[in-house]
């Protein structure tokens, strides 16, 4: 991921917890201490963000070396060691909190979407994030869901349309809305259109959207929409989709499964940071 993208954010989180200076680091750590730490992980998951963890004890000291020993992506086990970390104390001690929040709730997005992903296997459908994600985060934990095998639905307000229940009300209709988004948007925009049920599905083909959103519909809904649509263009499912429907929705045909709960309320993933003095053996 470029550094670009997530360096400002390191910089708030660090600012936020550390404020005009770390009182107990200060208090207690020579500025000379000197020490090795170990990153491990204490349940199975997949892991993300090294590279973030990494870049939150560089911008505090660039001298302390991070060794990952796991890339983003892996799948690990209980005790597995992640990395491990040398160089002065306190700048590890003031980043460790930082770190382990970004590095914890990023695996914690990853296993959750594989968990999603081993769920639809076999089908031929695609899961993907949505905007439900924490604010000032949106780029590291879309960056999560790609790392755990999903994909990413829009950015943000600006790189597609879609077109949700009160559009379609303050527009006067699914074609009025889709004709306007059509008129102010470039040629690469993609428009969607969020639909309800069956007679909506028909409009949103009647106006060409370029993909038809099956919101909160049942499974024999939503099962009818795809009969209906035929393969004109694809079809996302929508609306408080649980990991254990998940293989049911997929069943359907639909082409992708959005998901905000991969994002909105996941649990971290269980990490921990453990530090020694460099002439303690681990």
């Known amino acids: 991921m470029n550094s670009l993208l997530y360096e400002d954010i390191i910089k708030r989180a660090l600012a936020e917890d550390i404020g005009f200076e770390d009182l107990t680091t200060a208090a207690t750590v020579s500025p000379e201490h000197m020490s090795s730490a170990k990153l491990l992980v204490k349940q199975q998951g997949v892991i993300a963000g090294m590279e973030i963890a990494a870049a939150t004890f560089r911008l505090l000291d660039p001298s302390l070396i991070f060794k990952p020993l796991i890339e983003d992506g892996s799948m690990v086990e209980p005790g597995q060691l992640l990395a491990t970390v040398e160089g002065k104390t306190a700048p590890l001690l003031t980043g460790e909190r930082t770190a382990l929040n970004l590095l914890q709730r990023l695996s914690g997005i990853a296993t959750e979407v594989r968990r999603a992903v081993e769920a639809v296997k076999g089908f031929s459908c695609t899961i993907v994030d949505t905007r439900k994600t924490t604010p000032g985060l949106r780029v590291l934990e879309k960056y999560a869901v790609r790392t755990g095998g999903g994909r990413n639905h829009r950015f943000g307000l600006f790189d597609a349309a879609l077109i949700k229940d009160n559009h379609i009300a303050a527009a006067g209709g699914i074609g009025r809305a889709?004709?306007?988004?059509?008129?102010?948007?470039?040629?690469?925009?993609?428009?969607?259109?969020?639909?309800?049920?069956?007679?909506?599905?028909?409009?949103?083909?009647?106006?060409?959207?370029?993909?038809?959103?099956?919101?909160?519909?049942?499974?024999?809904?939503?099962?009818?929409?795809?009969?209906?649509?035929?393969?004109?263009?694809?079809?996302?499912?929508?609306?408080?989709?649980?990991?254990?429907?998940?293989?049911?929705?997929?069943?359907?045909?639909?082409?992708?499964?959005?998901?905000?709960?991969?994002?909105?309320?996941?649990?971290?993933?269980?990490?921990s940071l453990n530090i020694a003095d460099k002439e303690r053996n681990f």
């Open 178 to 271: 889709v004709a306007l988004v059509r008129e102010r948007s470039g040629h690469t925009v993609k428009i969607e259109v969020e639909t309800e049920n069956l007679v909506q599905v028909q409009e949103a083909l009647d106006a060409k959207a370029d993909i038809i959103m099956l919101d909160n519909m049942t499974l024999q809904q939503m099962s009818e929409a795809v009969k209906l649509i035929g393969g004109r263009c694809p079809t996302e499912a929508s609306g408080g989709i649980t990991l254990d429907k998940l293989r049911e929705v997929a069943a359907t045909g639909v082409s992708l499964i959005s998901l905000g709960a991969v994002t909105h309320s996941v649990k971290a993933l269980d990490i």
